[in-house]
């Protein structure tokens, strides 16, 4: 699928996260978008990981109250590092061309507020394609005459909610790394399923190297299944168990440092060299 390829009107929602910036960038290469919409979700302007990449680039930057946080400054370091490796310049910065409408919401996780629900119903959507926003109210969810899809950056029958690589790191249960593309409800990663996949993963891999994975991963399945669905031969997979919901507010810094703990003792080898049943998970494909 080239860029502007097929009729169906694409419209992107995504937050301003160097990995969902990524996915609007590959999406408006390759499928006919239209439009994106980009909703903030820090009260910094700023996204975290592009504040990151500055520090990168010019260590004398990094203060002491960004070392502070979530990551002890090495890990944290490392996180921005794979991450801009990973993603590069297309998760730096939105490069939509002319005639592509570019919405960047004001507040905090206003994306369902009124004018933004106008102004994505003004693009007349066929179909809309989520990675990292908000939970989307029905307002939006009924726009779109062929659904909204949404990118979960893992399998939902195990891992709901966000951080769910960390999540499945963190637990010891490498197994369940992977990418979901549903049909989004009112509900949280528990619409009807298109396609999941699992990346290949390496001895070397930790939570971040394997989110880089199951990003590109889940961008390919997304791909996919706009166009089964602009071709009519969608299929729809009902998720009849629900993963364990995790949340935002549930990442601490302790579980972070407990997760490269994790990795560091080797969680990742031990599942490689551990029982093939554990590699053996089944999922929409």
Avoid at 266 to 273: E, N, Q, S, T, W
Wanted: net charge positive; charged share 30%; aromatic share 8%.
């Amino acid at each position: 699928m080239t860029n502007k390829a097929g009729k169906q009107r694409v419209v992107v929602l995504v937050s301003n996260d160097i990995s969902d910036v990524y996915f609007a960038n590959q999406l408006l290469k390759r499928a006919n978008v239209v439009g994106v919409v980009v909703e903030s979700q820090n009260r910094a302007c700023e996204p975290l990981f592009s504040k990151g990449i500055r520090y990168l680039k010019n260590p004398k930057l990094i203060s002491g109250r960004v070392k502070e946080g979530l990551y002890g400054k090495r890990d944290r370091e490392l996180a921005y590092r794979i991450n801009y490796e990973g993603f590069g310049e297309d998760g730096v910065r939105l490069s939509a061309g002319a005639g592509i409408k570019v919405v960047r919401t004001e507040g905090v996780r206003a994306i369902n507020a009124p004018e933004y629900v106008d102004e994505i119903r003004a693009l007349k959507p066929d179909v809309i394609a989520v990675c990292g926003t908000s939970i989307l109210k029905k307002a939006i969810i009924a726009i779109p005459p062929k659904g909204v899809v949404n990118l979960h950056g893992g399998l939902a029958q195990w891992y709901r909610g966000v951080w769910t690589t960390l999540w499945a790191v963190y637990n010891r249960e490498p197994e369940y790394v992977g990418a979901t593309v549903h049909y989004v409800s009112e509900g949280v990663d528990d619409g009807d399923i298109i396609y999941q996949g699992r990346p290949a993963i390496s001895e070397d891999d930790n939570q971040e190297t394997l989110y880089v994975k199951v990003v590109k991963l889940g961008i390919e399945l997304m791909l996919k299944a706009l166009g089964d669905i602009e071709d009519g031969t969608v299929k729809r997979h009902p998720l009849t168990r629900k993963g364990r919901l995790y949340l935002g507010r549930q990442v601490t810094p302790a579980v972070v440092r407990k997760t490269w703990k994790t990795v560091r003792e080797g969680a990742i080898r031990d599942y490689l060299k551990g029982p093939a049943s554990k590699k053996k998970i089944e999922i929409y494909e």
